[in-house]
T-cell receptor
Framework: DAKTTQPNSMESNEEEPVHLPCNHS???????IHWYRQLPSQGPEYVIH???SNVNNRMASLAIAEDRKSSTLILHRATLRDAAVYYC?????????????FGSGTQLTVLP | DTGVSQNPRHKITKRGQNVTFRCDPI?????LYWYRQTLGQGPEFLTY????????KSRLLSDRFSAERPKGSFSTLEIQRTEQGDSAMYLC???????????????FGPGTRLLVL
């Protein structure tokens, strides 16, 4: 299965944009890229997903490289509530497609 | 609250005891997942139900673990003869069938934190 690589931790100042990178150099052509986040003492929550085009929703934006070997989750204006572990996950169309395969994620710290 | 609920939220038990956790998914969701998360790691898949059928089990799900979803609604996860290594957060998630797995969104509960002494 294709794997993802994320930095262990990142810091951001409150009210500034945050760019969270994810490398997935072995991604297959039909694998979707999903992002979840996990706030302290909570279960993960869905953030956004995409295939090839950049995607926007109320929580974040997802920028996908043209070769699809990397992607970036963008929080346009970080708040203290955005402090969480962010997971970049590939959803394949074959094999163990049903479950989410989490890595260690990126721990985002937001500084006031 | 119409989200995924899990009970209990915390459980402390002694080694060798049996424990059972319950998950109530979002009402119209017919897919249900169990994951386990240890400190500092991402969640790991344990098992998956579509309606009442258990369709997939991870190698992590030893024979001491059993999960059921008798009427396709709530689910229970039982651990028999608990060991200290079973200490973890047990997460339940649900999703709506009809979406392709590649685009599926899973909704997680708050988890049950188990401590085995």
């Amino acid at each position: 299965d294709a794997k993802t690589t994320q930095p262990n931790s990142m810091e951001s100042n409150e009210e500034e944009p945050v760019h969270l990178p994810c490398n997935h150099s072995t991604i297959s052509g039909t694998d979707y890229i999903h992002w979840y986040r996990q706030l302290p003492s909570q279960g993960p929550e869905y953030v956004i997903h995409g295939l090839t085009s950049n995607v926007n929703n109320r929580m974040a934006s997802l920028a996908i490289a043209e070769d699809r070997k990397s992607s970036t989750l963008i929080l346009h204006r970080a708040t203290l509530r955005d402090a969480a572990v962010y997971y970049c996950i590939l959803r394949p169309t074959s094999g163990s497609a049903r479950q989410l395969t989490f890595g260690s994620g990126t721990q985002l710290t937001v500084l006031p | 609250d119409t989200g995924v609920s899990q009970n209990p939220r915390h459980k402390i038990t002694k080694r060798g005891q049996n424990v059972t956790f319950r998950c109530d998914p979002i009402s119209e969701h017919n897919r249900l997942y169990w994951y386990r998360q240890t400190l500092g790691q991402g969640p790991e898949f344990l098992t998956y139900f579509q309606n009442e059928a258990q369709l997939e089990k991870s190698r992590l799900l030893s024979d001491r673990f059993s999960a059921e979803r008798p009427k396709g609604s709530f689910s229970t996860l039982e651990i028999q003869r608990t060991e200290q290594g079973d200490s973890a957060m047990y997460l339940c998630a649900s999703s709506l069938a009809g979406s392709q797995y590649t685009q599926e969104t899973q909704y997680f509960g708050p988890g049950t934190r188990l401590l085995v002494l």
